[in-house]
């Protein structure tokens, strides 16, 4: 990290002792770090807001005995099969099944496959985790 660089900024008192709060809860070691992520938490959101690369992840919960939702689910994918990285089957029990579906795109097309989704009937919870192809975050390598 040779391009690190010092600085320092004014902050009301009251204010610090928040953040110092938010840290301590936090578990984090070190208040540099803790406000590096939270500025790159900041980063990713904006791109989620300009509609630029990113990654996501789709956590669905669904009913295993839903007629025909296994198939329909299964289609979906397919349909996107360009945008979809990964996905994870696990069978939670005899009924329950949940499925992660990782996915790389427009945030408005990730929010998109999400809700097609998430509204099929069977599917009793989903959640999208937003997330960064990091292009952003990591400093490059100059080769
Ligand atoms: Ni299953």
């Not at 391009?3 to 809860?25: M, N, P």
């Not at 984090?28 to 690369?53: A, P, T």
């Not at 289609?75 to 979809?84: D, R, S, Y």
């Amino acid at each position: 990290m040779s391009d690190l660089v010092r600085l320092s900024f004014s902050i009301e008192k009251s204010l610090l002792e928040r953040l110092e709060g938010l840290i301590k809860g936090s578990g984090y070691q070190n208040r540099s770090e803790y406000i590096r992520d939270m500025i790159r938490g900041r980063v990713v959101q904006q791109q989620w807001q300009r509609n630029e690369e990113a990654l996501g992840t789709v956590t669905l919960l669904y009913d295993h005995h839903a007629r025909g939702l296994d198939g329909r689910l299964n289609q979906l994918q397919h349909e996107h099969h360009g945008a979809i990285l990964a996905s994870t089957h696990v069978h939670l029990d005899r009924q329950i099944c949940v499925e992660m579906i990782m996915i790389r795109g427009r945030a408005s097309q990730i929010k998109h496959i999400h809700d097609q989704l998430a509204k099929q009937k069977g599917v009793v919870y989903s959640s999208l985790s937003i997330s960064s192809t990091g292009k952003k975050l990591i400093p490059r390598h100059h080769h």
